[in-house]
């Protein structure tokens, strides 16, 4: 069930900060999904760190991380995936 929950939670950050990042982000779904699922990740991390990951209630402080997170990520890992895919226009 943990890893589902990772899916799903990856899944949804990677959506939010793709429609946080200002213009078109041309990574694939699934590509923005394993980019959301690092963020979380990552937030985690910096949270366990900075000793905000477990509060009483909402943890928002770690949400607030695991968002950064996603969107630094999701947009780096956009500006890879476009210079590995080598910017080719799709001929119809």
Known sequence: MGWLWAIIVGFV????????IPGKQH???????????????VGNAIARGLGVAETRGIDWSRHVFQLVAAIVIVFLGDMAYMALRGHKKHRV
């Open 27 to 41: 990574s694939p779904l699934w590509l923005t999904t394993i980019f959301g699922i690092l963020g979380a990740i």
């Open 13 to 20: 950050l990677g959506l939010i900060a793709k429609a946080i």
